[in-house]
T-cell receptor, first 118, second 114 residues
Framework: GAVVSQHPSRVICKSGTSVKIECRSLDFQATTMFWYRQFPKQSLMLMATSNEGSKATYEQGVEKDKFLINHASLTLSTLTVTSAHPEDSSFYIC??????????????FGNGTRLTVT | AQSVTQPDIHITVSEGASLELRCNYSYGATPYLFWYVQSPGQGLQLLLKYFSGDTLVQGIKGFEAEFKRSQSSFNLRKPSVHWSDAAEYFCAVGVNTGFQKLVFGTGTRLLVSP
């Protein structure tokens, strides 16, 4: 079945530094990927929609200059948390799916990245 | 705007007992509905989905869900719970734009007692 790989699974960084998270679709081409953020014991909140070859679409309230998204190929999207602060500590999850006319292709999720900013 | 409500934050079920997790949605058009399961520190695994047709859908691991348009519900059920089913369960509604942009409920944590 379709697999989405997310790397790293855990990262600890110092405040003020930047962290890059990768999301890869391993056996299918993903024209669109989604980035979610999950706070402890809460639901997933969509941050942005990553479109191959074009700019990402950010949800309201998400700082595009802080959460840089690049979708350079059909199998790779990256999320860079710039100038990270402790409040950015969270669980970040990506998902990918195939585009279809019916829109009925299910999303496949990566295993998430636990970011801790000290 | 679409939204999903999961009214139960926690549910404890005895192993072997039946399970029902509630989900209500708000969406103007015909919804695409999903149930995902998340183990601690992991991503989400799709249990089942509803797009159209038979309103009772079967999923993996013995789960099923029934779409009831009149009640705007998509409750998840399992006749006999196993200890390995303990996890967080998320209901989601998808906006059909050629791919699924999902809105998630707040989740229900399932605890299984021996």
């Amino acid at each position: 079945g379709a697999v989405v790989s997310q790397h790293p699974s855990r990262v600890i960084c110092k405040s003020g530094t930047s962290v890059k998270i990768e999301c890869r679709s391993l056996d299918f081409q993903a024209t669109t990927m989604f980035w979610y953020r999950q706070f402890p014991k809460q639901s997933l909140m969509l941050m942005a929609t990553s479109n191959e070859g074009s700019k990402a679409t950010y949800e309201q309230g998400v700082e595009k200059d802080k959460f840089l998204i690049n979708h350079a190929s059909l199998t790779l999207s990256t999320l860079t948390v710039t100038s990270a602060h402790p409040e950015d500590s969270s669980f970040y999850i990506c998902s990918a799916g195939k585009s279809s006319a019916r829109g009925d292709s299910p999303l496949h999720f990566g295993n998430g990245t636990r970011l801790t900013v000290t | 705007a679409q939204s999903v409500t999961q009214p139960d934050i926690h549910i404890t079920v005895s192993e072997g007992a039946s399970l029902e997790l509630r989900c209500n949605y708000s969406y103007g058009a015909t919804p695409y509905l999903f149930w995902y399961v998340q183990s601690p520190g992991q991503g989400l695994q799709l249990l089942l989905k509803y797009f159209s047709g038979d309103t009772l859908v079967q999923g993996i691991k013995g789960f099923e869900a029934e779409f009831k348009r009149s009640q705007s519900s998509f409750n998840l059920r399992k006749p006999s719970v196993h200890w390995s089913d303990a996890a967080e369960y998320f209901c989601a509604v998808g906006v059909n734009t050629g791919f699924q942009k999902l809105v998630f409920g707040t989740g229900t944590r399932l605890l299984v007692s021996p």
